[in-house]
């Protein structure tokens, strides 16, 4: 590869990442560095790169010794009823009406009478008849908001009464503490800390203090810090209830890295930028933008972690606008193990905790849809049940 090796790697890097060939990657980088192809500065960037890309995926298996008491109880709890409370499924009827009321006004979808039904139907099957707890306003407010992202993001592709069923269920069976809470945004707080230092390196590194100043910066990460605290104080949004075990914040802390890797090329530009047009508010702003979009990522890459991997779950996030999920149904049906496919998607609280349950689920998943699209043949197989 010679004196075109380093940009062979680059090219490669990607692949291996995508397809996690991290031992392959691993021997690649290893004997280009024995046959001394590029300088040991090199190698190292790339070892550095496959490490992160590695860490940013690897989940092992979780020790529940080590769980906080919360969440101690909520896996002893999993296949119990959710806590009871003073809703009853007609004041449930009577927050999913207002709260979808505005968004389907506002979009011309006329009644919301089937989904609100259809939504009941299925939280009955999955948390029961309750009374559940939750504050009525909150809930309110939280699925207007709900139903108004999910109308931009996913234009009502997919009907809601899915999604909403599935995290209005866990806000009922939602027991996370006021102290669960200050935890998680301590543990974002000390995340933010780490990421703002190394942007503020970069940037004195690059002598781009008059783009941006530390007062900017502080600015920006302090935004995405206020956005995440509305999330946490959201009942809806169960990702964002209980603490960060040691594995999520590694793999959040390298996922991140991941992204702020690429700022350096950015403010490579701006240096030139600046060196042959000078600093003027265009570019104050544009670098500005640059460095909000990478912080950005703190808010989808955290409820990404605990996005089951199941499928027709999906979760995606517009900076304008925040998160939208949906859930493709029907899930729920009775007969057919609605609480056992709703405890795969109680991984929006656990996260990796819940890893074989809804590994367990996908493969049961599957199962059924393979069976579902096979062809009938004039001999059943008698050695299947």
Not at 66 to 75: G, L, N
Not at 77 to 101: W, Y
Not at 297 to 316: D, E, M
């Amino acid at each position: 590869m010679g004196t075109d090796t380093p940009s062979y790697l680059e090219q490669f890097i990607p692949t291996i990442n995508k397809n996690k060939w991290f031992a392959f990657g691993e021997l690649l980088v290893d004997e280009i560095r024995v046959q001394s192809l590029v300088e040991e500065s090199v190698t190292e960037s790339f070892f550095d790169q496959l490490e992160t890309a590695r860490l940013a995926i690897q989940i092992p298996p979780y020790d529940l010794s080590q769980a906080i008491v919360s969440v101690k109880h909520y896996i002893a709890q999993i296949d119990s009823g959710p806590p009871k409370g003073t809703l009853i499924l007609n004041d449930v009827r009577d927050i999913l009406q207002k709260g979808l009321a505005k968004p389907f006004t506002d979009a011309n979808l006329g009644s919301t009478n089937k989904i609100i039904e259809d939504t009941i139907y299925s939280i009955r099957l999955i948390a029961g008849e309750g009374p559940f707890r939750g504050d009525r306003d909150q809930l309110i407010e939280s699925i207007r908001k709900f139903s108004g992202l999910y109308l931009v993001v996913f234009q009502y592709q997919e009907p809601i009464d899915t999604v909403l069923a599935t995290f209005l269920a866990l806000s009922f069976y939602d027991i996370s503490t006021e102290e669960d809470h200050d935890r998680l945004f301590s543990q974002i707080c000390t995340l933010c800390a780490e990421f703002q230092t190394l942007t503020n390196a970069m940037i004195n590194e690059r002598k781009l203090g008059e783009l941006v100043t530390p007062a900017d910066v502080e600015r920006l990460f302090t935004r995405y810090k206020e956005r995440f605290q509305q999330y946490i104080d959201d009942p809806l949004w169960a990702p964002f209830k209980f603490p960060l075990t040691e594995n999520e914040i590694t793999r959040l802390r390298n996922k991140l890295k991941l992204r702020f890797n690429q700022l350096p090329s950015i403010f490579e530009s701006m240096v030139l930028k600046v060196k042959y047009g000078g600093v003027n508010d265009e570019l104050r702003t544009k670098t500005r933008s640059e460095i909000a979009r990478t912080i950005q990522q703190l808010l989808p890459q955290t409820a990404f972690l605990r996005k089951p991997n199941y499928p027709g779950v999906s979760c995606r996030h517009r900076g304008t606008y925040g998160f939208a999920a949906v859930i493709e149904g029907p899930l729920y049906i009775e007969g057919e193990r609605p609480r056992e496919k709703f405890k795969a998607m109680r991984y929006f609280h656990m996260g990796h905790r819940l890893e074989e349950v809804v590994k367990r689920e996908r493969e049961l998943a599957h199962r059924s849809r393979l069976q579902s699209t096979a062809l009938p043949t004039e001999i059943p197989d008698e050695s299947e049940d």
